[in-house]
């Protein structure tokens, strides 16, 4: 018989009820959201049978090569959330300045920032993927400006992601903890099958790309060569290290079984006069809410990533996320560091 889980849907509402917080605009956006998450599922999950995987043979705002997954993955998103009448704007990694309903279609108060397909260059390699999105109010009656997205991470009312892997997962939280629901696609909905994720204070797994090890900074390096010493070293045990090369992937993991995940400032981003590599508003923001609600917690390496007041729709931040003790630990190490971090 087919598991007569909770839906998506029936969390929000319950959600909504248990919290006082009335909920049919935004459990109608979350459906909306679910749909264009599903639609994407189909997609990555057929890969080259439905002619989606190779380059777009486009650069992004960013400057990097796009998939083709990458423009449908936006097109889809568009095409599912601007006829709603929910949101009163959209930002997108793929798209430099933001996307203004149509006006065609009624405006709502909230608005959407989402990186379409996280970890995009794993798609051609079958490795996991992912939709980031974080959810704000716009509850000026006026069209939404960029300005009006650049609200602290504090300030969403949802964050999550789409994890596109052996099974397609829907991670969320409205503030009240984090749950994971399970797509299931022979009746097509995401049912709850985590009701209450908490990221373990301590971990002995760290993930960082060791290839840019040379360019680290003094806080990365102690931490990183501690780890790596082993149960002989200052750490007393031997840890465990994994790089998915998708935020979502290495996210997803550490809700799930612990660690920390370090995008850092490192000597060749300030050498190109980058603040960091992740992008704030659609990638640090939403996993930072999801790792906080979890217990876990979020870090530029000198301040917590939800408190920083955004500057500009793409800006990018370092990223120190997972098991408490652990970015903790990192943080005094930037502490100790001083100047070079
Ligand atoms: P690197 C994917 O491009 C991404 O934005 C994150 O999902 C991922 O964690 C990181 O960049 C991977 O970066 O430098 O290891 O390719």
């Known amino acids: 018989m087919t598991q007569r889980g909770t839906t998506l849907t029936q969390y929000i ?3 909504g009820r248990l919290h006082n917080t009335s909920r049919g605009a935004f459990t109608a956006l979350l459906n909306d959201v679910a ?5 994407l599922s189909n997609l990555v999950r057929l890969g080259e049978l439905a002619g989606v995987l190779g380059a777009a043979g486009q650069e992004n705002v960013q400057g990097e090569d796009q998939k083709k997954l990458d423009v449908i993955a936006n097109e889809v998103f568009i095409e599912s959330l601007e006829r709603s009448g929910l949101l009163a704007g959209i930002a997108s990694e793929e798209m430099d300045a933001h996307y203004p309903i149509p006006a065609a279609y009624p405006r709502g108060d909230y608005l959407l920032a989402f990186d379409p397909l996280d970890g995009s260059s794993n798609i051609d390699v079958n490795g996991a993927t992912g939709t980031i999105f974080s959810i704000t109010h716009h509850r000026d009656a006026s069209a939404p400006g960029d300005a009006d997205f650049l609200q602290a991470g504090r300030e ?3 964050a999550g992601y789409c994890l596109y892997s052996s099974a397609s997962m829907m991670v969320i939280t409205t503030g009240h903890g984090v749950a994971g629901f399970t797509l299931d696609n022979s009746v097509g909905e995401f049912i709850l099958t985590h009701p209450d994720i908490k990221v373990p204070r301590q971990t002995t797994e760290y993930a960082i790309n ?6 680290w900074l003094a806080p990365e390096k102690r931490y990183v060569q501690e780890c790596n010493a082993g149960v002989d070293g200052p750490r007393g045990q031997n840890f465990n290290m994994r790089w998915a090369g998708s935020m979502v992937g290495d996210v997803h993991r550490i809700l799930c079984r612990g660690g920390v995940f370090m995008y850092p400032m490192d000597a060749r981003l300030k050498a190109d006069g980058k603040a960091g590599k992740l992008r704030l508003l659609y990638e640090a923001n939403p996993m930072g809410m999801l790792m906080e609600q979890a217990g876990g917690m979020a870090h530029t390496g000198t ?3 939800l408190d920083i007041q955004p500057d500009a729709l793409h800006q990018r931040v370092p990223v120190i996320m997972g098991s408490a003790d652990e970015v903790e630990r990192l943080v005094q190490y930037h502490r100790e560091a001083g100047n070079d971090t």
Do not use: L
Not at 210 to 215: C, Q, T, V
């Open 156 to 158: 969403q009312v949802c």
């Open 210 to 215: 060791s290839a840019y090890a040379r360019h």
């Open 303 to 305: 301040q917590p990533i």
């Open 35 to 39: 749909t264009a998450c599903k639609r």
């Open 13 to 15: 509402i319950e959600q």
